[in-house]
């Protein structure tokens, strides 16, 4: 059956992909507390990001690390926070936010509306950004 987002690397379901390699997927929530809120998965479905090899943990992080700075480059902000909550959907996965203020991080805030126009918009800047030193 496979997870949401199993089905969105996939290409099953539509996405607002921001980064790819062989091994992870990132792309912006559609439900985000900021602009830049997005999520950064590996492609093979692993419910609980500790059950991850140390290889692959690695290698996961770096792959956000590398993420979080092209967001930086697009949207204006002091950090980029990250979290890691893994309740939601049974398949590992890096919030990776925007933040001025702790506040920004509390994920009981309601999300920013934005148009498919913007979303799209955006995950090509911070796409152009990816490979940037």
Same mark, same amino acid.
């Given at each position: 059956?496979?997870?949401?987002?199993s089905?969105?690397?996939a290409?099953?379901i *539509?996405?607002?992909? /921001?980064a790819?390699d062989? $091994? !992870?997927?990132?792309?912006?929530d559609i439900?985000p507390? @900021?602009?830049? $809120?997005?999520? /950064? +998965?590996p492609? +093979?479905?692993?419910d609980y990001?500790?059950?991850?090899?140390d290889?692959?943990?690695s =290698?996961?992080?770096? !792959?956000?690390?590398?993420v979080? $700075?092209?967001?930086?480059? +697009?949207?204006?902000?002091?950090?980029?926070?990250?979290s +890691?909550?893994? &309740?939601? /959907?049974?398949? @590992?996965?890096i919030h990776?936010l *925007?933040?001025r =203020? /702790? =506040?920004d991080? %509390?994920?009981s805030n309601? *999300? &920013?509306?934005m =148009?498919?126009?913007?979303m799209?918009?955006l995950?090509?800047?911070?796409a %152009?950004?990816?490979?940037r030193?």
């Amino acid at each position: 059956m496979g997870s949401i987002f199993s089905k969105i690397i996939a290409g099953e379901i *539509p996405s607002y992909k /921001v980064a790819e390699d062989e $091994h !992870f997927y990132a792309f912006l929530d559609i439900r985000p507390l @900021a602009k830049g $809120h997005t999520l /950064v +998965v590996p492609k +093979v479905e692993i419910d609980y990001i500790f059950d991850l090899g140390d290889e692959q943990l690695s =290698s996961y992080i770096l !792959f956000a690390r590398k993420v979080a $700075h092209a967001i930086e480059r +697009v949207v204006p902000c002091k950090r980029i926070g990250m979290s +890691v909550i893994g &309740l939601e /959907v049974p398949h @590992a996965h890096i919030h990776l936010l *925007p933040i001025r =203020s /702790v =506040s920004d991080m %509390n994920f009981s805030n309601p *999300p &920013l509306q934005m =148009s498919p126009e913007e979303m799209t918009q955006l995950a090509t800047d911070i796409a %152009n950004q990816f490979d940037r030193k």
